[in-house]
C-alpha cells in the first residue's frame, strides 16, 4: 500500500527516475518529498507512471488538489431557521 510520497516515488524506480518522466528536476522533486505532496498537475501522469510499471497508483492525497471551501450561508437560509 502506498502510504506517503517517498514510497511511491520509491515504488515506481526512485526520484531521478520519476522525476525525469514527470520532467521535473532533482530540486524540485527533492522540495516536493520535502513537503510530501505532489502538484495537482502531476496526478494523471503518476497514475499513467503506475500503471505502466504495474505498481499500485499514488492515492489522491499524496497531491495538494484543491479543496471546495464551505458554503456560505445565504440570507433565505438564514429567515428559513429563525
Same mark, same amino acid.
Given at each position: /500500500?502506498?502510504? !506517503? &510520497?517517498? @514510497?511511491?516515488? @520509491? #515504488?515506481?524506480?526512485?526520484?531521478?527516475?520519476? $522525476?525525469?518522466?514527470?520532467? /521535473?528536476?532533482?530540486?524540485?522533486?527533492?522540495? *516536493? &518529498? #520535502? +513537503? $510530501?505532496?505532489?502538484?495537482?498537475?502531476?496526478?494523471?501522469?503518476?497514475?499513467? &507512471? +503506475?500503471?505502466? &510499471?504495474?505498481?499500485?497508483?499514488?492515492? @489522491? *492525497?499524496?497531491? @495538494?488538489?484543491?479543496?471546495? !471551501? =464551505?458554503?456560505?450561508?445565504?440570507?433565505? =437560509?438564514?429567515?428559513?431557521?429563525?
Amino acid at each position: /500500500m502506498v502510504e !506517503n &510520497l517517498e @514510497n511511491f516515488i @520509491n #515504488s515506481a524506480g526512485g526520484r531521478s527516475a520519476v $522525476g525525469e518522466r514527470l520532467g /521535473m528536476s532533482k530540486q524540485t522533486m527533492h522540495m *516536493h &518529498l #520535502s +513537503a $510530501g505532496v505532489l502538484p495537482a498537475k502531476y496526478y494523471v501522469a503518476s497514475v499513467q &507512471l +503506475a500503471a505502466e &510499471l504495474r505498481i499500485e497508483p499514488p492515492p @489522491n *492525497h499524496l497531491f @495538494n488538489f484543491t479543496q471546495l !471551501n =464551505d458554503a456560505p450561508v445565504r440570507v433565505a =437560509d438564514k429567515a428559513q431557521t429563525a
